[in-house]
DNA sequence: GTAATAGTGTCTTTCAGACAGTATGAC
DNA sequence: GTCATACTGTCTGAAAGACACTATTAC
């Protein structure tokens, strides 16, 4: 056994972010590569569905890594996948990624105190570096720059050099900036969200998320929960529309309050044939 | 010895985009993972250093694959790399992309006689089925449909689908589409190319296949090699400077023929806290 | 002067962002 | 009727895209 799979399955539950995990929350689910498995890919879907019984709209490779060799000179290999699914209730072992990474919600915790102590924090370490002011303020939108939703690596990558994480070998001790992890789990999360909120822009990947049938505003709810950002709504479904990504169905939804939605489906067949949303999100401007 | 190393050596010489090949341009270098390798990426970085010479400006892990078991149950995992240069003169060994992959260069090949034979037999293959049509007029910018350079991974799968690339399997014969390679090595190079086009887009990193002083009209033939496409010069000039990226220098290029031009220097100490070109080509409409 | 390349100014179209208003349900 | 949510139409300002023009060299 030399190849290790991690795993981190998402999915949106009640506009939350879901990530399965293991051990109280403190890993993810990891499996090796059997000999029976045709390919990479083959093994995830393969262990991850036998495990857990979900079935896996979209896998997707993430990164690779080594742990440093063994006694004997061997060491394992270790693949991590994305993998997106729809159901996400089991909520003992589903937990919200922004319990993990609470300053990439920017829906909910702008300017809450957590963030604030985190970007005293930040600038502290910075000091009177330069670059590193200019890091923190490109990855952490300070100083009038501009939130950039894709910088999830960057910042968890900059908290582990401030020594703000306990994973850090300089743990500064102090606040604790969401829940830790073993080993390099809640970077492997980070990368998994940086590509997610990447590629919902330009891939139809936010379906997999969502029921067969859904309402604009549904959708834009899953988005926004990916994105940790509010979205303008007109503009969204404008955006969407135009796309010709959606079609109507027939039914409406049952509003328990307001209007009923027109429901809308996916149009499946056109994955692989089309762009989706030209690579921008409509944001609202008081975020 | 459980894992490779596969390194796609980029360089742009002479306008031409050119890739470190093995064995007369039939494969890419590639070794075993050694025990004294503190990660992969230094992996990568000393060997490919060691033995060509060459500085790596820039490491990025493109994708992990495995081999088909061995009998005694083992298997090689193979962990490819994108890896560019400046260095790209010794002629023998570092080929064009676009001998691998001719379709890529829309700047010189677009309606030539091959891409037009291209066509067809990929509308052969699709025949009536409307699904394959419409994959082969997104990927290949058919009926009216926008060429987007990014999509080369998805070009080359097609090919292989349609059977026009000797590497697959049922190979239907007849025209040889570019040089092929062993393996599954044009395949990587697809992905390579498909990695550097769009991360020049939003990231520095044409940069690193420049020398340190250039003018602006370099540049743009740079980008334009990696592009394959042509880009609008005078909107181009416009992105880049206000982008605060380069920063002029005192010198002027010697001049052959024309006015000579302002040369450049990349403000390198801004890597890390800027974006580049906010994330599209200024292409020009003829292509 | 011409040819050739470098660089500037500006017009137009497109689209992101925002706003105001109408529609349809529950009560 | 009010409240709440769904949906539509349109204005505006900032870029993308395109075009016309000036500048500086070699000959």
């Known amino acids: 056994m ?6 981190v399955v998402l999915a949106v539950h009640d506009d939350t972010p879901m990530v ?3 051990e109280e929350g403190r890993s993810l689910p990891s499996g090796p590569l059997r000999t029976t498995h ?12 036998q ?10 490779q993430l990164y690779t890594f ?20 729809r159901v996400g209730a089991d909520t003992e072992r589903w937990k919200s990624w922004y ?6 919600d920017r829906k909910t915790t702008v300017s809450s105190p957590m963030v604030n102590v985190l970007e005293e924090k930040l600038l502290g370490w910075a000091g009177r570096d330069h670059l590193r002011q200019q890091r923190c303020a490109f990855n952490f939108g300070l100083g009038g720059m501009a939130w950039d939703d894709e910088l999830v690596l960057q910042r968890y990558e900059l908290m582990w ?9 300089h743990f500064v001790g102090g606040v604790n900036f969401g829940r830790s992890m073993t080993s390099n789990s809640r970077r492997i999360l980070a990368t998994s969200i940086a590509r997610l909120r990447a590629k919902i822009k330009y891939r139809p990947l936010v379906f997999e998320l969502l029921p067969e049938i859904f309402t604009l505003w549904e959708l834009q709810r899953t988005v926004e929960a990916i994105a940790g950002r509010a ?38 067949e056109l994955v692989g044939s089309r762009r989706f949303m030209g690579s921008k999100l409509p944001l609202v401007k008081s975020s």
């Open 2 to 7: 030399n190849a290790e799979l991690i795993a």
């Open 20 to 22: 399965r995990t293991l």
């Open 38 to 49: 045709a390919s990479l890919q083959k093994g995830v879907r393969d262990w991850v569905e």
């Open 51 to 60: 495990k857990t019984g979900f079935h896996l709209g979209h896998v997707e």
């Open 66 to 85: 080594v742990d440093p060799p063994c006694t004997d000179g061997t060491r394992v290999t270790r693949i991590s996948y994305m993998a997106l699914t």
């Open 99 to 104: 319990d993990y990474l609470p300053w990439e």
């Open 161 to 169: 050099e401030a020594g703000l994480v306990p994973e850090a070998p």
């Open 231 to 268: 979205v303008h709504k007109q503009n969204f479904r404008r955006l969407i529309l135009h796309q010709n990504l959606v079609e109507k169905t027939t039914g409406l939804s049952a509003a328990s309050k307001g209007r009923p939605a027109q429901l809308f489906r996916f149009r499946r």
